[in-house]
T-cell receptor, first 116, second 115 residues
């Protein structure tokens, strides 16, 4: 158990809909990262928040947004869903703002999104 | 340009055989970090190792060992005396200063260990 909690574990929805994925980082971790794992793109970094502020952006679509709340949990919002958004979405956390600060990045079990 | 290349898509071995997973990376940074993660069938990503660019010592942890060679930009992973529980997808990843140390993952190598 990495200590990173993601909900829901599975989600099935229809095209055009909007969903919210939730992540609770490990106790004491200030950074939250979102990654997307899809068959065609592999594992890709989406976005990072550090202590409530957006820190870095990767290949995140404009239809996607995220935020980190004062209690440090984070939500990834996916809107106007398309078939291609079907993927496993991982949240990860670390204490510092850079992976190097801690030596490892703790990943949650992922939220599997299926868009029909 | 792909930063991390795992040329082997799938490897199948019989239990107790050794298996080596190749990882070749590309970076212009002098400071960078390399990682290996395991993704078992249950789906979670499990951290295995981190190595920084200044430490070329090979590392052994139980049946796992890693060979880091800067001269060939490779960070290979060997599982000795494989077991069925080693069946998983293994990812090599790179973090670099120029990308704010965010992880760039390889495509992964699926290892199947048959009893």
């Amino acid at each position: 158990d990495s200590g990173v909690t993601q909900t829901p574990k599975h989600l099935i929805t229809a095209t055009g809909q909007r969903v919210t994925l939730r992540c609770s980082p490990r106790s004491g971790d200030l950074s939250v990262y979102w990654y997307q794992q899809s068959l065609d793109q592999g594992l890709q970094f989406l976005i990072q928040y550090y202590n409530g502020e957006e820190r870095a952006k990767g290949n995140i679509l404009e239809r996607f947004s995220a935020q980190q709340f004062p209690d440090l949990h984070s939500e990834l919002n996916l809107s106007s869903l398309e078939l291609g958004d079907s993927a496993l979405y991982f949240c990860a956390s670390s204490f510092g703002s850079e992976v190097t600060n801690t030596g490892e990045l703790f990943f949650g079990e992922g939220s599997r999104l299926t868009v029909l | 340009a792909q930063k991390v290349t795992q040329a082997q898509t799938e490897i199948s071995v019989v239990e107790k055989e050794d298996v080596t997973l190749d990882c070749v990376y590309e970076t212009r940074d002098t400071t960078y970090y390399l990682f290996w993660y395991k993704q078992p069938p249950s789906g979670e990503l499990v951290f295995l190792i981190r190595r920084n660019s200044f430490d070329e010592q090979n590392e052994i942890s139980g049946r796992y060992s890693w060979n880091f060679q800067k001269s060939t930009s490779s960070f290979n992973f060997t599982i000795t005396a494989s077991q069925v529980v080693d069946s998983a997808v293994y990812f090599c990843a790179l973090s670099e200063a120029q990308n704010d140390y965010k992880l760039s993952f390889g495509a992964g190598t699926t290892v199947t260990v048959r009893a």
